[in-house]
């Protein structure tokens, strides 16, 4: 059953990057604060459905993995709705996160990508 919430969280993710790109091509600003609590309520909602199923450390794990999940799929459905290469970051984003990953791993963005995902699935094995 945890892999329900897990699937409508991954799919309103695709959609609000879809939204996003919508708002970059039509020269409109983002509020990255307000989109990072949107994120952190529907990954809320999501945890407090399968909570019941889960003890606490797998808890924590959930939503862990869920902030893997979101941080990958946004960045690739995002840069893939711009028609950029799925690796691709801005190097003058106003996004906090793109700009640590910038500052530690440059222009390896992929390590980035490759590790939440890794995390991610390492994650499913013991939920």
């Keep these: 059953m ?3 919430p897990e699937t409508v969280l991954i799919l309103l993710t695709i959609a609000i990057a879809y939204w996003h790109s919508r708002l970059i091509k039509a020269g409109r ?3 990255h604060g307000l989109w990072a609590a949107v994120a952190g309520i529907l990954i809320a909602a999501g945890s407090w459905l399968v909570w019941p199923m889960l003890s606490g450390h797998q808890f924590i794990l959930f939503v862990i993995a869920q ?3 979101r941080l990958v799929v946004f960045n690739v459905s995002l840069n893939l709705f711009r028609g950029l290469s799925w690796l691709y970051t801005s190097p003058s984003t106003t996004s906090v996160i ?3 990953e910038r500052r530690l791993f440059g222009g390896r963005v992929w390590l980035v990508e ?5 995390i991610f699935l390492i994650i499913q094995l013991f939920l």
């Design 29 to 31: 600003p983002i509020l």
């Design 2 to 4: 945890i892999w329900l």
């Design 67 to 69: 902030g893997c999940a």
């Design 114 to 118: 490759a590790t939440l995902t890794v």
């Design 98 to 100: 793109d700009q640590i």
